[in-house]
C-alpha cells in the first residue's frame, strides 16, 4: 500500500472507533489493549502474503517464522509478553514437505517464545497467513503516541540489513560468501526483540516496531506524538557485514531499508542510562540517534550537519507506490 | 480443502499443542479459550477468500458482512459473547466505493453485535479478510466434544437456504421472485445467532456452528465426542423459501448444503424442554432431529425408517474435493 492509498482505508475504519472503557487502546498502534476482567491483553494481527511480504520462493521455515516474528515485533513494540496464537493458513495446493517445513519455522520460534498454538483456521487460495497473537503487558502499555520534545530517540540492534538481504533474496536467492549469508539471514528470520519488551514498559515513552524502514516508522510515532525529531544518519547502528556488502548505500538502506523488525523508542533523558544498560544484559544493543523536537518536522543530518532530503518510507516489495 | 487434505495439516499442529493451565480450551473446536488473569476469554479467527468462500462479484457489503459473521457464529457456538475485533484485510486494488460498501456492511454488523473494532492492519494482495473476535464466556465453554449417547440434537433456523442461495449467487447474480431474493439473502448475509449464546452456555452439552453442512459438521462433534448419532431427515427444518425452490433437492440441500451458520447443539432429554422456550423467547426456533447414541456410527434416516446413504460434507464452492 501506498502512504497515500493507506490513509484512505484507515479512513474508513477509524470512524467507526469511539472510546470504550474496556479498550484502553484501540485503532492507530502497533496492537490493540483490551481489558478483560481485571487484565489488560495486548492484542496484534498481521498478515503476511506471498509476493508482497516474501517471495514466492522463500522456505516454508522463513514463511513460518516470518508470521509470527512480525506479530511478536508488534507485541514487544506495546511492551507486551506474547503468550497465545492463533493461526489462520491459506494455502493453494497441500504440499507436505513444505507444510512440514513450515510449521517447523513456525512452531519452533512459537517454542522459543513462549507462546503457544491456541487454533486456527485452514483455506484454500493464493499462500497467505494470518497471526494473531495475545497475551498480557508487562506493565503500562506503551504507545506510539507518548513521545514528548527533549526524549532521546533510541533504536535496538543495527539496520538495512534486512533490506540488503531482500535483494540477495531477489537475486539468485543464494548467498555467496558469509556476508550475504548473514544478510540474507537477518531478511528471512527476523527476530523479534522479545526481552526488549519488559524494559520498554518500564522505561520508554513511546515505541513502534521497523518494519517499513526507519523514516517511516519513525513518522508514525512522530505523527501519533504530535512531535518532531532529528536523527543524525552517522549514527544510524550498521553491522559490519552491511558496510562490507554496501558501505555506499547503507546511509540509505539504514534510513528507509524495511523488514529489519527492530524496535525504535522515544526515551526521558533521565533514563536512558538504565535502559542501555539493562538491555546490554540482554545481549542488545540500544543507539542513541538523535532527539524528539516540538516538530513537527522530521530533520536528518547528515555526517556535515547538512539536512537530508527525505525520500519515501519503503514499502514491501510487492507494492507498487503511488 | 477436502477433508483429507484438512486432516493432514492439522496433524502438523495438534502435535504441537501441549495442554496448558492457561489455554482451557485449544486446537480442535470452534474457538480457543484463554485464561486470563480471572477471565476466560473465548478467541476466534476465520479468513474468507474471494472465489472459495465467496464469489468474486460478491457486493463488498455482503463480504464485509460474511467476514464477521462467520466468527460471530463460531463465538456463538462456544457459548460466549464476541466483543472485541481485529481485521486484517488483504486488497488487490483501492477502489473507494467497494471499500464504502465493504466497511459499512461489517462496521453496521458489528454495531448490531456489541463488537468494538480494536486494530487490525491492511496489505496488498488477493481479495481475503480475516478477522478474529475476542469476549468472554456466558458460562461454561460449550466445546464440541460434550456430547453424551441419548442427548437430544438440536438445531437452529432452517437448512439447505443458503445452498440454494449461492447456486443464484453464481448463476447471474439476481433473484427472480421474492423466494430467490430470500435464498439469495440467507446465503449473502448469514445471520450468526448470538441471542442463542448464554442459552447454550446454560443448557447445551455440546454445540458446532454449520458452515460446511450438517452432516459434514455433525461428524465434527461426533468425532470430538467419541459417539454417535441417528437422524432422521424428514425433521431437518425447511424453510418456506426452500420448499418452492427446490422441494425435491431439499433434502440433499438440508443434509449437507454449506453456509446456514446455523447452531447445532446436543443437550440433554431434560433440558431440551426449557432451551427451546427460551430460545422461542429471543426468536430463534430450535429443531430436535434425532439423538446421540454409543456410536460410532452417524445414521441418517429417510421418512420410510431407511438408512440414507451419506455423501461428503460440502466444501465452500472453490475447493476441489479429492
Known sequence: MSQREFDLIQRYFRQAVSPAADLPVG????????????????WVMDTINEDVHFPHDAPGAAV????????????????????????????????????ADFSDGLLSLARDSGVTLAGGDTTRGPLSVAVTLLGPLHGQAVQRSGARPGDRLLVSGTL???RAGLDIALGD?????????????????????LALSPLLARHARAAIDLSDGLVGDLTHLLSASGVGATIHSQRLPRSRALMAHAEEESDALALSGGDDYEILCAVAPEAVETLVREAAAEGIMLSDIGE???????????????????????????????
Open 64 to 99: 513460518g517464522h516470518r508470521a509470527l516474528a512480525v506479530n511478536l515485533s508488534d507485541m514487544v513494540a506495546m511492551g507486551a509478553q506474547p503468550r497465545w496464537m492463533l493461526l489462520s493458513l491459506c494455502l493453494p495446493e497441500v504440499d507436505e514437505a513444505w507444510l
Open 173 to 193: 536467492g543464494h548467498a555467496a560468501d558469509a556476508v550475504e549469508s548473514e544478510l540474507l539471514k537477518r531478511y528471512l528470520y527476523p527476530q523479534a526483540r
Open 292 to 322: 524528539i523536537t516540538q516538530g513537527p518536522e522530521l530533520t536528518v543530518l547528515d555526517r556535515d550537519g547538512q539536512p537530508v532530503p527525505l525520500e519515501a518510507g519503503f514499502s514491501h516489495f510487492g507494492d507498487d507506490d503511488a
Open 160 to 162: 538495512g540489513d534486512a
Open 27 to 42: 485503532i492507530g498502534d502497533d496492537g490493540a489493549v483490551v481489558l478483560a476482567g481485571n487484565t489488560n491483553l495486548a
